[in-house]
């Protein structure tokens, strides 16, 4: 284990709700039905965290903070009011987004901790605290004051109804508006007609590779090895260690950060598996592309939902341990490309309205474990972390947390807070995984700790 993570603290504290209110919009909504496109009927029932770490504000009391950021709540769910609302199922069974105004359930809490005792090198046991458990309607809001002084703001909601994108434009709106800086630059479109199936529709076998009706899943494996526990974690690369990593990951062509980050990952994950007693003969890595850039004109790249597919690529263990790291980038490269295009979405909306109203799922969930070690490389490359002031300064740490249940795992990396260029990621893999990655790759991913955040 790395240094850091030795000197981390485990401070164990605890949080104390003191207030719950339901924020509504600041304007009367027409009740309205808002269907989910194709492209959110895709997605499970998951839930999707994210939480922002600010120091005590200054020339404002932590009341007035919570005042500003309740009304600034109800003003920006005029505009997202799909957020206000809840999810029912209609009459064929698939959900649908009743858009009635419910609210939003907004937490006050406390913490008897200090920002600096927070360890969030893991999550599970900090960042679990300081984010709402969702039990009703789309989206909860968690503000809690640590004995510092300090704020931390942590929101829940149902990816079914929001990506990490439409999530974004979300929280830069209510930031917007809590520091009075209206009109707001992103206004969210709801035009579902913009994922609308064609007609007639058009059959493309290559995504029957990609995804499954669910009621083709296998059961859930349960495990009792401690080491194939799923764990989160969080770390940081710096800037000059994420270009060595892109040199090196680069062929005769130059590939993207991500790609060479995600390569990279892989050819870890398969060398852990090449340890075990018994291992594996594959392994598979998944990539979320969003489409939006893909799909729409500029002028709709505001829309507001999902707007994700998620390709993968699976690969002999002993090719990604035994040829370099150039030939696994390219090897990402190669399944990515074909996905990263209009057409594929467009499959894939009208693969999706052929299994209607059977929930559908990505094929890389379903993967057993005698399929290998499985995990999901997403993209926060546009989380807006520096963005998110509601007046009282920018966050010194922000992150999704997003543990989401399954054999597959996670990953999501994020620009730091901290300095330009530097990447934070936050990991969702095996307890196994993880120690054996800290061992090999101490030299890039570093334990997230207060030194680094400056707190």
């Known amino acids: 284990m790395g240094e850091a993570a030795e000197q981390a603290r485990d401070c164990d504290f605890h949080v104390t709700t003191t207030r719950k209110q339901l924020i509504t919009a600041a304007l009367p909504l027409q009740d309205h039905w808002l269907p989910l496109s194709n492209l959110d009927l895709i997605l499970p029932p998951v839930h999707v965290s994210v939480c922002f770490c600010y120091k005590k504000p200054r020339n404002m009391t932590n009341s007035m903070a919570h005042e500003t950021l309740k009304t600034a709540l109800a003003e920006t769910l005029v505009s997202y009011y799909a957020f206000a609302g809840e999810i029912v199922t209609n009459p064929t069974g698939e959900p649908e987004i009743l858009c009635n105004n419910r609210g939003v359930d907004f937490m006050e809490a406390g913490a008897d901790v200090d920002l600096r005792e927070l360890n969030l090198y893991d999550p599970d046991e900090s960042i679990a605290k300081l984010v709402p458990i969702k039990k009703h309607g789309v989206i909860a809001i968690q503000v809690t004051q640590l004995k510092c002084g300090s704020i931390v703001v942590g929101c829940t909601f149902d990816h079914r109804v929001a990506d990490a994108y439409s999530m974004n434009m979300f929280l830069v709106s209510w930031a917007e508006i809590s520091r009075s800086d209206v009109p707001i630059s992103c206004v969210p479109s709801f035009r579902r007609s913009l994922l609308n199936p064609r007609r007639p529709l058009v059959m493309d076998s290559a995504i029957d590779q990609m995804y499954i009706p669910v009621t083709s899943l296998p059961p859930p494996q349960e495990t009792t090895n401690p080491d194939s526990i799923l764990a989160s974690r969080l770390y940081y690369i710096k800037a000059d260690a994420l270009d060595d990593l892109q040199a090196l990951a680069s062929g005769s062509k130059r590939r993207t950060k991500l790609e060479s980050f995600s390569a990279f990952l892989w050819k870890l994950v398969a060398k852990h598996a090449a340890t075990d007693p018994v291992p594996s003969k594959n392994s598979k890595l998944g990539i979320v592309v969003d489409g939006r850039r893909r799909l729409m004109e500029q002028e709709n790249n505001t829309y507001f939902g999902n707007v994700l597919s998620i390709p993968f690529g699976g690969q002999k263990i002993d090719d990604l341990v035994n040829k370099p790291l150039s030939w696994v980038t390219e ?90 260029g530097d990447w934070m990621v936050y990991l969702h893999l095996t307890k196994g995984q993880l120690k054996f990655i800290e061992e090999e790759a101490s030299q890039v991913l570093k334990p997230i700790d207060n030194n680094y955040l400056k707190i």
Do not use: C
Not at 359 to 374: H, K, L, N, W
Not at 389 to 400: L, Q, R
């Open 331 to 420: 090897v990402v490269h190669r399944f990515l490309e074909s996905s990263v295009t209009k057409e594929h979405f467009l499959n894939l909306i009208d693969w999706v309205e052929t299994r209607r109203p059977t929930p559908t799922v990505s094929r890389i969930y379903s993967t057993g474990s005698e399929d290998g070690p499985a995990f999901v490389v997403s993209s926060g490359r546009s989380f807006p972390v520096t963005q998110v002031d509601f007046g009282w300064g920018s966050p010194v740490f922000g992150s999704y947390h997003f543990p989401w249940g399954g054999n597959a795992g996670y990953v999501m990396p994020m620009p730091s807070s901290v300095e330009d």
